[in-house]
């Protein structure tokens, strides 16, 4: 009985191997998606996010 116990503290002590593994399933599989989407569709056109104006233009207007 005792046993049955020790074995129950064992599998149920957090996080676990079990919860690394599925953090670690989980980054290699969003990697592989990220890079058969790339293959797939190819690199963006433009940069993403959101870029001021040149500083030339601006120090053109001055």
């Known amino acids: ?3 049955a116990l020790r074995r129950i503290e064992l599998s149920t002590d957090g996080f676990g191997l079990m ?3 599925l953090v ?4 290699l599989t969003s990697a592989l998606l990220a ?3 790339w293959t797939v569709l190819g690199p ?3 940069p993403a ?3 001021l104006p040149s ?3 601006t ?3 001055r």
């Open 49 to 51: 996010g959101r870029h």
């Open 59 to 61: 120090a053109a207007v």
């Open 24 to 27: 670690a399933w989980t980054i």
């Open 35 to 37: 890079v058969a989407v």
């Open 1 to 3: 009985m005792a046993r």
């Open 19 to 21: 919860g690394k593994r």
């Open 44 to 46: 963006p056109e433009h």
């Open 55 to 57: 500083r030339d233009l």
